[in-house]
């Protein structure tokens, strides 16, 4: 037996399931990556896209047998059927996503969770979140998703989905969101909001630019794109700061495409938190940005450890 296979016999298979890319690694015991690869995601059919994926698994397997393998997707996923809708994924609406990597892997535990509950879980186990008794996540992107570590534990929820910090209302009549309700903090801080937010302001308005643009404008002192992005982040410390008193939350961290941002984006946050936070046990609050740019597949590992333990 190689060393290398040696070394592999104590790993779990992590997968990150996302509309533009798909991850996999194996992972050890201790969070560290062994051999892991990614691609960009396939657009087709269900067989077709799984297809892409299951070469991926193979590569990245080798002739390893790991112990149980952990799932993240981008939902909606459907943990009890082990199903996945990813939105951008039109290939696979209600994918059985953990039949069919069951049916490579051989009988072993199959775990699967939301990607932002795995980008919380992946910065808790060696991150920004590291040491976190009660972590809230978040990633924000074209979307605003998250995850919550509570007492050390990651919280799911019943139908697996706790912790969707993006549609928590912050203004009951406020603007109408796309799940439906009013006032969501998504409504406001997604990046294509924010985007929104500035054109409707006069920010290079009729041109087709994104959140990327809007940050390199407000960095370089644009005043409409740094009222676009202080409006998204006090939607933002809202939405946490609901959360830290709900749940006593001691550590948030920000990821995603719009956190790339930096100082434009977090400095506003933190600004809001710090006069949002009241009650003495979130004063202390602190907002970071993420560190790892795997954690969702690290997270997605976590998971498959914690189904053996
Ligand atoms: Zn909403």
Known sequence: MSDDTAKAR????????????????????????LTGDRIATPSGDADQVFAALGELIERVSGDAAPLAVGIGSAGPVDQQHGLVSPVNIAGWRNFPIVDRVRAMTGDIPVALGLDGHCFALGEFWGGAGRDAHTLLGIVVSTGVGGGLVVDGKPLIGQSGNAAHIGHVVIDQDGEACVCGSFGCVEAYASGPRMVARAQRSGWRTGETV??????ADAAAG???ALAAFDDGAQALAAGIVATAVTVDLTAVVIGGGVAKAGPVLFDPVQAWVKRLAQLPFVTDLTVVPAQLDNAGLLGAAHQAWAALA
């Open 10 to 33: 104590g790993t779990v298979l992590g997968i990150d399931i996302g509309g533009t890319k798909m991850a996999a690694a194996l992972v050890s015991a201790d969070g560290t990556v």
């Open 222 to 224: 644009d005043e409409l």
């Open 210 to 215: 994104d959140a990327e643009v809007l940050a």
